[in-house]
């Protein structure tokens, strides 16, 4: 599944890779499956949580827990197959974290780690591909402006 890009109807290797381990762990029986979706659905909303709170928006513990409890989460969480939203969001979520790190501190080894997030989001489902273009949102409406040098010239890889 990593090197045949026809073996899955979609290329989410690492999504692929995740159904494979928990196969080998509990098999057929859904229980393990739909644990495994709700632990990524809770994790997605701490994640959602550290980066409401170090962009310092206002009531960040309810819109993680409104995003935590929301009915529209339903079907990615207990669907099997929809195990790509709850994992790709927590890698999306992560790389946006580590990102934010990294544009405080400008140390190479956050935007190394927001990288590799970002590649692992992309092995599990192609809308991670929005986390450039969602961050540079972020900033201009943090700061009124995008600055090319500061802003956009670290994104270029991941363009």
């Given at each position: 599944?990593?090197?045949?890009?026809?073996?899955?109807?979609?290329?989410?290797?690492?999504?692929?890779?995740?159904f494979?381990?928990?196969h080998?762990?509990?098999?057929?029986?859904?229980?393990?499956?739909?644990?495994?979706?709700?632990?990524?659905?809770?994790?997605?909303?701490?994640?959602?949580?550290?980066?409401?709170?170090?962009?310092?928006?206002?009531?960040?513990?309810?819109?993680?827990?409104?995003?935590?409890?929301?009915?529209?989460?339903?079907?990615?969480?207990?669907?099997?197959?929809?195990?790509?939203?709850?994992?790709s969001?927590?890698?999306?979520?992560?790389?946006?974290?580590?990102?934010?790190?990294?544009?405080?501190?400008?140390?190479?080894?956050?935007?190394?780690?927001?990288?590799?997030?970002?590649?692992?989001?992309?092995?599990?489902?192609?809308?991670?591909?929005?986390?450039p273009?969602?961050?540079?949102?972020?900033?201009?409406?943090?700061?009124?402006?995008?600055?090319?040098?500061?802003?956009?010239?670290?994104?270029?890889?991941?363009?």
């Amino acid at each position: 599944m990593w090197t045949d890009f026809g073996a899955t109807q979609q290329y989410y290797p690492l999504l692929h890779t995740a159904f494979w381990v928990e196969h080998q762990l509990w098999g057929n029986a859904a229980a393990g499956y739909h644990l495994v979706n709700i632990l990524l659905h809770g994790l997605s909303a701490v994640l959602l949580l550290r980066i409401l709170r170090r962009l310092e928006i206002p009531g960040a513990a309810f819109a993680a827990a409104l995003f935590a409890l929301h009915p529209v989460h339903v079907e990615s969480v207990a669907w099997i197959s929809e195990q790509k939203n709850t994992l790709s969001l927590v890698f999306y979520l992560a790389a946006a974290l580590a990102y934010l790190r990294f544009d405080e501190g400008r140390r190479r080894k956050d935007y190394l780690q927001a990288s590799g997030l970002f590649v692992l989001g992309l092995l599990t489902k192609t809308v991670v591909a929005t986390l450039p273009a969602a961050l540079l949102v972020v900033f201009w409406w943090k700061r009124g402006r995008i600055a090319g040098r500061r802003d956009v010239a670290p994104w270029a890889p991941w363009f």
